[in-house]
């Protein structure tokens, strides 16, 4: 590790918080500072020193994700900031270096990160893997009888509950993030949000909404379901305030069926793109994802290449031994592979089901003949990729 560069404690708090503000234009009162030294306590914060000051500095948030329903652990990064007079010295990117190979030796096998530029990111192996749809809804459009079955009621703030539903909801997708109450009270639960919990007739929890109204506007902080029923009992909440707002605003996935059950779906709806990442130990992530079980798979190699991190470079071998996918860094004997060449961003692409690789094929960002792309996208799971959650 170069001696400029070094983890931070509790006591470099005034130094990074200063920076922080700094950076990202913002002022927090004695109260907001408090609680922003808590949600630190969590973080891994790596700083640059220039003259025993500090000059830029990375957090990175130990989490778990979902991929594929297994649990893989997450370095997120985040407030990545510099004093303007240290820029353009590639200190955040011997920083980034740095915090990745740590990750990597703690057995954190993929990185998140929100970004201010997705260009500068794409330099250092991420990629977007994560779109966010966003929906103005007059409320005139949502007022009918959604004919859901059940109740809904106001809650104070139960992570178990609220986890329970979240949980159910996100197995439907690719990516998301695994929560614990810190978490909960610390991120989503604001001071302003309203909590309410959707039941059905057996007084079982099918959804929530999470939201607060402001200027004739309903704004949906999050909402989670269980089943169709769930929705529709949100639905039906949410219309219900039809005194109060003129109009709705929500962030859904981007396969969300909203439109298809709405009488008149020509309101407002954009796709924008959210959250980038990398894998950050190749094989480590290929052994740990959970492949489909498809039949007459051959097996392939992929060769992939990463600038950033050069001990992912390299040919990783996938074979069927009894139904599973074996991974390995040595060919073995008297099997003919097809194959599929890489960048470490393509590869992320693809494993987390953001682009399919034909698709990239087609667009020539990878090389493959015809048996690796016909095993891998066997081989691959399509599930939409969502992430609700910001850093």
């Given at each position: 590790?170069?001696r400029k560069i070094r983890r931070l404690s509790k006591e470099d708090y005034p130094e990074i918080f200063q920076l922080s503000q700094f950076a990202f234009q913002y002022s927090l009162s004695q109260e907001e500072l408090t609680k922003k030294q808590e949600e630190?306590?969590?973080?891994?914060?790596?700083?640059?020193?220039?003259?025993?000051?500090?000059?830029?500095?990375?957090?990175?948030?130990?989490?778990?994700?979902?991929?594929?329903?297994?649990?893989?652990?997450?370095?997120?990064?985040?407030?990545?900031?510099?004093?303007?007079?240290?820029?353009?010295?590639?200190?955040?990117?011997?920083?980034?270096?740095?915090?990745?190979?740590?990750?990597?030796?703690?057995?954190?096998?993929?990185?998140?990160?929100?970004?201010?530029?997705?260009?500068?990111?794409?330099?250092?192996?991420?990629?977007?893997?994560?779109?966010?749809?966003?929906?103005?809804?007059?409320?005139?459009?949502?007022?009918?009888?959604?004919?859901?079955?059940?109740?809904?009621?106001?809650?104070?703030?139960?992570?178990?509950?609220?986890?329970?539903?979240?949980?159910?909801?996100?197995?439907?997708?690719?990516?998301?993030?695994?929560?614990?109450?810190?978490?909960?009270?610390?991120?989503?639960?604001?001071?302003?949000?309203?909590?309410?919990?959707?039941?059905?007739?057996?007084?079982?929890?099918?959804?929530?909404l999470l939201y607060h109204v402001k200027d004739q506007i309903l704004h949906v902080e999050e909402m989670a379901y269980a089943n169709l029923n769930g929705l529709r009992l949100i639905l039906q909440l949410i219309s219900n305030h039809d005194s109060m707002a003129?109009?709705?605003?929500?962030?859904?996935?981007?396969?969300?069926?909203?439109?298809?059950?709405?009488?008149?779906?020509?309101?407002?709806?954009?796709?924008?793109?959210?959250?980038?990442?990398?894998?950050?130990?190749?094989?480590?992530?290929?052994?740990?994802?959970?492949?489909?079980?498809?039949?007459?798979?051959?097996?392939?190699?992929?060769?992939?290449?990463?600038?950033?991190?050069?001990?992912?470079?390299?040919?990783?071998?996938?074979?069927?031994?009894?139904?599973?996918?074996?991974?390995?860094?040595?060919?073995?004997?008297?099997?003919e592979f097809g194959w599929i060449n890489c960048s470490i961003q393509y590869l992320t692409s693809m494993f987390l089901s953001y682009n399919r690789p034909t698709e990239l094929a087609e667009l020539q960002f990878i090389e493959a003949d015809k048996n690796g792309?016909?095993?891998?996208?066997?081989?691959?799971?399509?599930?939409?990729?969502?992430?609700?959650?910001?850093?």
């Open positions: 590790m170069s630190a306590e969590r973080h891994e914060i790596w700083g640059w020193f220039e003259e025993e000051q500090l000059s830029a500095k990375v957090h990175m948030i130990p989490l778990h994700v979902y991929i594929n329903g297994n649990v893989m652990k997450m370095g997120g990064i985040a407030s990545v900031a510099s004093w303007p007079e240290y820029r353009r010295g590639g200190k955040i990117k011997k920083l980034l270096q740095e915090v990745l190979l740590s990750m990597k030796s703690t057995g954190h096998t993929i990185s998140y990160l929100h970004p201010f530029s997705v260009p500068f990111y794409r330099k250092y192996g991420y990629e977007i893997t994560f779109n966010q749809k966003k929906y103005q809804i007059p409320m005139e459009d949502l007022k009918k009888d959604w004919k859901a079955n059940g109740y809904a009621r106001r809650k104070q703030n139960n992570h178990k509950e609220l986890q329970k539903i979240y949980s159910a909801y996100i197995s439907n997708f690719n990516g998301a993030l695994i929560r614990d109450e810190e978490w909960w009270n610390q991120r989503i639960i604001k001071k302003d949000t309203m909590i309410t919990i959707c039941y059905n007739e057996q007084n079982e929890a099918e959804g929530y003129a109009k709705v605003e929500m962030t859904v996935p981007e396969n969300d069926y909203l439109p298809m059950l709405i009488d008149e779906p020509r309101y407002e709806q954009k796709v924008v793109p959210y959250f980038m990442s990398r894998i950050v130990d190749v094989y480590s992530f290929l052994q740990e994802y959970s492949y489909n079980k498809a039949q007459e798979v051959k097996p392939v190699k992929i060769v992939v290449e990463d600038d950033f991190i050069p001990e992912n470079n390299g040919a990783y071998y996938l074979t069927i031994v009894n139904g599973k996918v074996n991974v390995s860094t040595e060919k073995p004997d008297n099997l792309l016909q095993s891998i996208e066997k081989l691959i799971d399509y599930k939409q990729a969502y992430f609700p959650d910001f850093f």
